[in-house]
């Protein structure tokens, strides 16, 4: 079965640059929400995503940014990139629609790295 | 605001044997949902087990079993014969219900030893 797909799997930058991390949810999926997990720390939500509106925000800093497309897939916007920005970026998604519809699928995430 | 405590940082079991994970939580509402997700070295997200807050029998999914107090608002995991493969850190969570935001406890490492 499909999965979420996350791209690029690795990543690593320097200090005040920007990233983008891209997500592609489980095909007919129509959320999608973004998490972040530092190192030995829980996820933390950041934002999410229905049908291409987002939905809820959680701790994202101002620096970064969100949105998802037509096809439903999404991209998170990182600038002016922090040390303490380096971590496991998480993209989930879910069907609304679905009996299951809370189940949050994970994809494998992004590691960022800032140097 | 929703918070998730996992009081035990990491637990071991040997083999076979069973093992109980604790979670706790704080929340107002009378609508929500409960996870238990594994993440195994690969640092893969995989969910073991979900229930319903309305629901007053306890989710079971093979060899994974929740015991949920709802009064008490505990919601732990049992793993009978526990196999190697289950060596994970496991991760309690919740999320209000029609809301996008899932809240972790802080993980509980757990060593399956042979």
């Known amino acids: 079965a499909a999965g979420v797909i996350q791209s690029p799997r690795h990543l690593i930058k320097e200090k005040r640059e920007t990233a983008t991390l891209k997500c592609y949810p489980i095909p007919r999926h129509d959320t999608v929400y973004w998490y972040q997990q530092g190192p030995g720390q829980d996820p933390q939500f950041l934002i999410s995503?229905?049908?291409?509106?987002?939905?809820d925000k959680g701790s994202i800093p101002d620096r970064f940014s969100a949105q998802q497309f037509s096809d439903y897939h999404s991209e998170l916007n990182m600038s002016s990139l922090e040390l303490g920005d380096s971590a496991l970026y998480f993209c989930a998604s879910s069907s609304r629609g679905s009996r299951s519809y809370n189940e949050q699928f994970f994809g494998p995430g992004t590691r960022l790295t800032v140097l | 605001a929703q918070t998730v405590t996992q009081s035990q940082p990491e637990m071991s079991v040997q083999e076979a044997e069973t093992v109980t994970l604790s979670c706790t939580y704080d929340t107002s509402e009378s609508n929500y949902y409960l996870f238990w997700y594994k993440q195994p070295p690969s640092r893969q997200m995989i969910l073991v087990i979900r229930?319903?807050?309305?629901?007053?029998q306890n989710a079971t999914e093979n060899r994974f079993s929740v015991n949920f107090q709802k009064a008490a608002k505990s919601f732990s995991l049992k793993i009978s014969d526990s196999q190697l493969g289950d060596t994970a850190m496991y991760f309690c969570?919740?999320?209000?219900?029609?809301?996008?935001?899932?809240?972790f406890g802080a993980g509980t490492r757990l060593t399956v030893k042979p």
């Open positions: 969570a919740f999320m209000k219900q029609w809301n996008n935001d899932m809240r």
């Open positions: 995503f229905y049908e291409k509106m987002q939905s």
């Open positions: 229930q319903e807050a309305y629901k007053q």
